[in-house]
């Protein structure tokens, strides 16, 4: 079974502070992905990765960054947390090649920036 | 823009009927279709993929795919109030970055005892 973690479930931040959150995938997978879902907008793209210290910005890459050291892990950085970033943030990765693309998801991060 | 379009619901059946969640896409060339299952407070799992014209059954589950209507559709047969879940249909188009699925924003599925 493809295995996907993040670091925490819930997570509670001060504006302003700088935030990480971790995933980590256990399929050898080489893409990446980091989204935050809210309500009525869906699942939105953050940034994705498809190889070792590879990154590529999604639809709304503004105020993160991510950092991809090794194959199995992605993390994403809020630079400088504002409440506006409070949401649900969910990490996938897939295979890349042929006819695959499925992506799988780790249990997701709520955080709040209060 | 590429989009995915899904009615959001609630869609609501009774325990034992069959639902019939759609999916319409904008980019003819799509090549692969998927269908995730998210409960409420939990992350997206995925339930189905398909790649072919045509039907595909798992189970209790059918993914129907029309290439030239744009469309694709999940039945749930002997719907069980456990199938009680926001349903995502997502897409990768053709052409389109490495690995990167386009999302529609789920159809809210209701099942009553």
């Known amino acids: 079974d493809v295995k996907v973690t993040q670091s925490s479930r819930y997570l509670v931040k001060r504006t302003g502070e700088k935030v990480f959150l971790e995933c980590v995938q256990d399929m050898d997978h080489e893409n990446m992905f980091w989204y935050r879902q809210d309500p009525g907008l869906g699942l939105r793209l953050i940034y994705f990765s498809y190889d070792v210290k590879m990154k590529e910005k999604g639809d709304i890459p503004e105020g993160y960054s991510v950092s991809r050291e090794k194959k199995e892990r992605f993390s994403l950085i809020l630079e400088s947390a504002s409440t506006n970033q409070t949401s649900m943030y969910l990490c996938?990765?897939?295979?890349?090649?042929?006819?695959?693309?499925?992506?799988?998801f780790g249990p997701g991060t709520r955080l709040t920036v209060t | 823009q590429k989009e995915v379009e899904q009615n959001s619901g609630p869609l609501s059946v009774p325990e034992g009927a069959i639902a019939s969640l759609n999916c319409t896409y904008s980019d003819r060339g799509s090549q692969s279709f998927f269908w995730y299952r998210q409960y409420s407070g939990k992350s997206p799992e995925l339930i189905m993929f398909?790649?072919?014209?045509g039907d595909k059954e798992d189970g209790r589950f059918t993914a129907q795919l029309n290439k030239a209507s744009q469309y694709v559709s999940l039945l749930i047969r002997d719907s069980q109030p456990s199938d009680s879940a926001t349903y995502l249909c997502?897409?990768?188009?053709?052409?389109?970055?490495?690995?990167?699925?386009?999302f529609g924003k789920g159809t809210k599925l209701s099942v009553k005892p």
């Open positions: 997502a897409v990768k188009e053709a052409g389109g970055s490495q690995g990167n699925l386009i």
């Open positions: 398909i790649y072919s014209n």
């Open positions: 996938a990765s897939s295979f890349h090649g042929q006819g695959g693309y499925e992506q799988y």
